[in-house]
């Protein structure tokens, strides 16, 4: 098994710092003990992709690294997750401004039923990062820019976000979660809605992210892990079974469980 | 006898069906294949005996009593009747079927009880034909039934048409009991409007319905302008509304969004229970607690508070409505998927933001079609408001002043010395038309919202 502590003493120098450090994170629905003994170490400026046959924890552990899973009654986290060394589960922090600085992307395209306009500049508006309308119609147009659906809506930024395409209404969510800056962008699934066009705009949005944030991205295709993620995590029934530079994952991995899944053996 | 007849239909009925369905399974054991599944050639048979039986005996118990009352008033000797106007023609009826009931007052005149007689023979006799018709009846659908099973026979097209009849019948039941209502109050509100002009009732400002009926009785000179008594509906309605609909809404967010588990399965047996307080209840709660402690508190700031005000009556029905919001907003609210509550947390909104900025606004066609239908409930309101508002109609927006409702006016117009031509009696219909008419409006209004509402995403 994938152990953090032994990584580090190998890590090299000219490594990324480390964004966020999960240790013994167990997550329980009840009492279906869904995370087992995860630990990893996040990195800054990096795409690291977790992958994994379905149902084995991915969208679980993505949503305890902004505390979503704080919204299900009968989940409960254990074990420590810290970003940039602060706690994120201590009493102390409102997981309100966590999620500010750790943005999320759903599976299923969320927007609300407002206008285009209104979805984008809605983390704006909540947070004041707009002293007035120009400076909002700026943060807009550059988070729908890089959403890669500016072309497509910039006529009618007045209409429903719910009138979109489900792949444009997914784009419309990465705007909308890039709007507010965030330092951490977990995707889950993103592309699973979006025609291959729209895949490619979208990782090539992820490529431009990771210059400044760190993008952690569940995906089911083996192909666009390997195309935009610099790391790999393997999770197979709630273990995280390995953890590497993705070249290596792919190439050469050290578990058997990996490489049957990578090789379409299991899963 | 009746009874007989049902019993006897009940009877055919299941032997048609068992007759039909063993046929059908002789046919298919002997290796045909059917076309219907034998079960349908047993529901062809029953359906074809039980709906024009059911018809007419329903039909016979309805019309065989004025085919007798006929009969037996062509009988009577033709001087009596002759001379009778049509109320003493009732009368003589009646004694007739009182004697013919066993109950004798006095000494009848002997053709009564001849008269009587004959009734008490036509009475039985059509009893006897009315099961002889079903047998016989009966019979010979079950029979025609029987001869039609065979393996091409559709019966299960046959089956689904009778079923869809059925079904259209009952759907277009709502529907001409509407426009039965209606008719009714528009005939008597033209009535009305023949002896009050349509200008008056419509624009005038007093409302003093109380005339004489009769010649001699004390009473007013009489005014029937509505529009103080839709002033005092629309005051109760509104005071009612700045109860319900903030304290509605408020515990349906709290119970949909904040409470938890515990406190939500305590506090929504409650809000049943008090959606099922019968509003006579609600009545007495306000006269006796909510108005007296209306007034106390007014007197003790130096307000001027009549026994009866909209104030007491209103907030009572407003109470009355707190479930009713309530459970719409909870709807409403539920009804928004919860992919809209994690995109709206995710992106850093508090609770609160999340309520007032994505939950809410989703929500809020569901919640006006709500909040409009409570109006048209507290607009047609009655058990309260008569016993806990006015009766005089005054020009009055005062919530403090007593006032009085539509609904109240119609029940003491209708109550005690009526007279169907008379405008006093009469402009309670005029009063029900117009309260229709507006709660009709309301609803339309309501219903689109909502409908609009299922568009919102999907
Ligand atoms: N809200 C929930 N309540 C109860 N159990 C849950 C809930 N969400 C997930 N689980 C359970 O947790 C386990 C992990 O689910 P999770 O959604 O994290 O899988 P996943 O790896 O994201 O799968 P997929 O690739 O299909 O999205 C599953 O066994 C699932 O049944
Ligand atoms: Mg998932």
Not at chain 1, 186 to 193: G, N, Q, T, Y
Not at chain 2, 177 to 204: C, D, R
Not at chain 2, 208 to 215: A, L, T, V
Not at chain 2, 361 to 386: D, H, K, N
């Amino acid at each position: 098994m994938y152990d953090a502590d032994q990584n580090r003493t190998e890590r090299k120098v000219g490594q990324k710092d480390i964004k966020i450090t999960a240790r013994d994170v167990q997550v329980y629905y009840g009492t279906n003990h869904a995370i087992k003994d995860v630990s990893v170490e996040i990195e800054d400026k990096t795409v690291t992709a977790f992958i994994g046959p379905s149902g084995c924890g991915k969208s679980t552990f993505l949503r305890c690294l902004n505390r979503m899973n704080d919204t299900i009654d009968i989940c409960r986290v254990e074990g420590n997750i810290a970003i940039d060394g602060e706690d994120i589960y201590d009493r102390r922090v409102d997981p309100v401004q966590l999620r500010a600085k750790v943005g999320m992307v759903f599976q299923k395209p969320n927007p609300f039923p407002k206008s285009i306009y209104d979805n984008v500049a809605y983390g704006p508006k909540i947070h004041g990062l707009a002293k007035n309308k120009s400076e909002l119609d700026d943060i807009v147009e550059r988070a729908l820019r890089r959403g890669a659906i500016w072309d497509e809506v910039k006529d009618r930024l007045q209409a429903p976000g719910t009138g979109l395409s489900g792949g444009q209404q997914q784009r419309l969510c990465i705007a909308r979660a890039v709007a507010t800056e965030p330092e951490v962008l977990l995707m889950d699934e993103p592309c699973s809605a979006l025609d291959p066009i729209a895949t490619g705009q979208v990782e090539e949005l992820i490529d431009e992210l990771k210059q400044n944030y760190s993008v952690v991205i569940v995906t089911h295709s083996m192909q666009q892990a390997a195309r935009v993620s610099q790391k790999t995590a393997f999770f197979h029934l709630g273990n995280l079974v390995e953890y590497d530079d993705t070249e290596k994952i792919f190439t050469n991995p050290q578990d058997s469980r990996t490489e049957s899944y990578i090789t379409g053996r299991i899963g | 006898m009746t009874t007989l007849a049902f019993a006897l239909l009940f009877v055919l009925a299941c032997t048609g069906y068992v007759m039909n369905r063993r046929a059908a399974q002789a046919i298919w054991a002997d290796g045909t294949r059917l076309h219907s599944l034998s079960n349908f050639h047993g529901l062809y048979s029953l359906l074809l005996v039980v709906i024009p039986i059911f018809v007419l005996i329903i039909l016979w118990l309805l019309l065989a009593p004025f085919v007798i009352n006929a009969i037996t008033v062509a009988s009577l000797p033709a001087d009596v009747m002759s001379e009778a106007s049509s109320g003493q023609a009732q009368l003589i009826l009646a004694e007739i079927s009182s004697i013919a009931g066993g109950r004798v007052f006095g000494d009848p005149e002997p053709w009564k009880i001849d008269a009587a007689n004959r009734l008490v023979f036509l009475n039985e006799a059509s009893s006897y034909a009315l099961v002889a018709a079903v047998v016989v009846l009966g019979a010979a659908l079950a029979y025609f039934a029987r001869q039609r099973v065979s393996a091409e026979f559709r019966a299960r097209q046959r089956v689904e048409t009778m079923v869809s009849g059925l079904m259209i019948f009952c759907a277009t039941v709502a529907i001409f009991t509407t426009i039965g209502i209606i008719a009714a109050l528009v005939f008597e509100t033209w009535k009305f409007f023949s002896m009050v002009p349509f200008t008056e009732f419509l624009f005038g400002l007093n409302w003093e319905p109380q005339i004489p009926i009769r010649e001699g009785q004390i009473a007013g000179a009489g005014a029937f302008g509505w529009l103080p008594v839709i002033l005092g509906t629309l005051v109760i309605t509104a005071v009612a509304l700045i109860v319900a609909v903030p304290t509605g809404l408020m515990s349906a967010i709290y119970l949909n969004e904040f409470a938890p588990k515990s406190v939500r399965s305590v506090v929504k047996p409650f809000l049943e229970i008090l959606a099922g307080v019968p509003t006579v209840v609600y009545g007495f709660f306000a006269i006796l607690v909510v108005a007296p402690a209306i007034r106390s508190f007014g007197q003790s700031i130096g307000l001027d508070v009549s026994p009866n005000t909209a104030l007491a009556a209103g907030s009572v029905m407003g109470v009355m409505l707190i479930p009713f919001i309530s459970s719409f907003a909870d709807d409403a609210l539920s009804a928004v998927p919860n992919a809209l509550r994690e995109g709206s947390l995710a992106m850093g909104a508090t609770r609160g933001e999340m309520m007032t900025t994505v939950l809410f606004p989703a929500a809020i066609p569901g919640i006006v079609g709500g909040v409009l239908l409570a109006v048209s409930r507290a607009i047609g309101e009655t058990m309260i408001v008569v016993m806990a508002a006015g009766l005089i109609a005054k020009m009055t927006i005062n919530p403090l002043d007593s006032v009085t409702t539509v609904t109240v006016q119609i029940v003491t117009l209708l109550i005690g010395d009526t007279s169907f031509d008379n405008p006093k009696t009469l402009a309670a219909f005029a009063l029900g038309l117009m309260l229709f008419l507006v709660t009709l409006l309301i609803n339309v209004f309501a219903l689109r919202i909502v409908r609009k509402y299922r568009e919102a995403y999907d």
